[in-house]
């Protein structure tokens, strides 16, 4: 009874088992094709979001962002390369002034102003058979180059062969205050004749009447330039390029100037002008020039080097005599100064 039972349970168990893994069978194969649904659910879902058009956005549509984007990212090398070469052509269209052209507008501006200091720093050396004469002249003046004209200068010459000289000088409309350290003196000398007070004279400008004369000589200038000035280099000789400084100007190289022989033949010139591009004023002359006599004449040769700066324009308003000096001063009749 034993063994029968067991051959029954034995094969109720072979039963089971066998419909065990036929259920396992079902349940893989239905897993399977839940997980292919589900994965080509996923492939599905990403071809189409492949498919979809891309939206195109420019920062340049908005500004915000653009400007938030500009603040937070540096320029590199590169970009400002590129940006300093539109810079460039840019400027590279627009024509350049010639030398009429900038003297021109210089005259225009330059006879507006009102007043104006100066600087004139000149070296000079002459030599006379064989002995050698250096000085060093300095002039400092403050200008008024509308009516009523003034000035007011002082000059300071130190030499190898002298002591040194200093003298201050006011020019006014009706009187002259001059102090000279030879004597320590100074001396006011009352002007009679109003001659000297005319606009020729004491106008740091050229006039109209001479702007032709000015202008003549514009092709001999070569222009060159930098940011903030023209230089206008003359090739021609002293005489010609004296032409073209405003008169206040020659006028003061007259009073600091030394007295040379006129027979030199000229063997080395410099002469420029440098104009603010800002403005149109002169603000500084160059001259250097040098010569000798010819041989048969005997052993003489003279230089000078000299730059004159001008600033302060329309800021000089008077020139006023101080009382001590006023008070000071030895009265000389019979002169013009």
């Known amino acids: 009874m034993l063994k029968k039972y067991n051959k029954i349970t034995l094969l109720a168990l072979m039963l089971g088992g066998i419909l065990f893994i036929m259920s396992c069978a079902d349940v893989s194969d239905g897993s399977k094709e839940n997980n292919s649904m589900v994965n080509e659910q996923e492939s599905n ?25 500009n603040e ?67 002039l400092n003046t403050e200008m008024l180059v509308q009516e009523p004209y003034s000035h007011h200068f002082n000059i300071n010459i130190e030499s190898n062969m002298d002591e040194t000289i200093e003298s201050e000088v006011y020019k006014l409309e009706n009187t002259h205050y001059i102090y000279s350290s030879h004597d320590n003196t100074w001396r006011a000398f009352p002007i009679m004749d109003n001659s000297l ?37 003359f090739s021609g000789i002293y005489d010609e390029f004296i032409s073209t400084v405003h008169a206040g100007t020659q006028l003061m190289l007259l009073e600091i100037g030394r007295e040379y022989y006129d027979g030199i033949e000229y063997t080395e010139n410099a002469f420029s002008i440098t104009i603010q591009k800002e403005t149109f004023y002169v603000t500084q002359y160059n001259i250097s020039f040098g010569g000798k006599v010819p041989d048969d004449e005997g052993d003489y040769q003279y230089s000078e080097d000299t730059a004159v700066t001008l600033d302060a324009f329309n800021q000089v308003e008077e020139i006023i005599v101080p009382d001590d000096i006023v008070a000071e001063a030895v009265t000389m009749t019979g002169n013009n100064g």
């Open 45 to 69: 879902s990403i071809e189409e979001q492949d498919s979809q058009p891309e939206e195109n956005f420019d920062m340049e549509d908005d500004p915000q962002l653009n400007e938030d984007s």
């Open 72 to 138: 937070s990212e540096p320029r590199t090398n590169e970009s400002n390369a590129e940006y300093e070469d539109e810079i460039d052509e840019d400027y590279s269209n627009v024509e350049a002034l010639d030398a009429e052209e900038i003297l021109t507008k210089s005259f225009d501006a330059m006879s507006d102003v009102t007043g104006l200091s100066m600087e004139i720093n000149m070296d000079v050396e002459e030599i006379i058979d064989g002995v050698t004469v250096e000085e060093n002249r300095l």
């Open 197 to 233: 007070q005319t606009e020729n004279h004491l106008d740091t400008f050229i006039s109209e009447a001479t702007l032709e004369d000015h202008l003549s000589y514009s092709p001999q200038f070569e222009v060159t330039e930098d940011d903030d000035s023209y230089l206008l280099t």
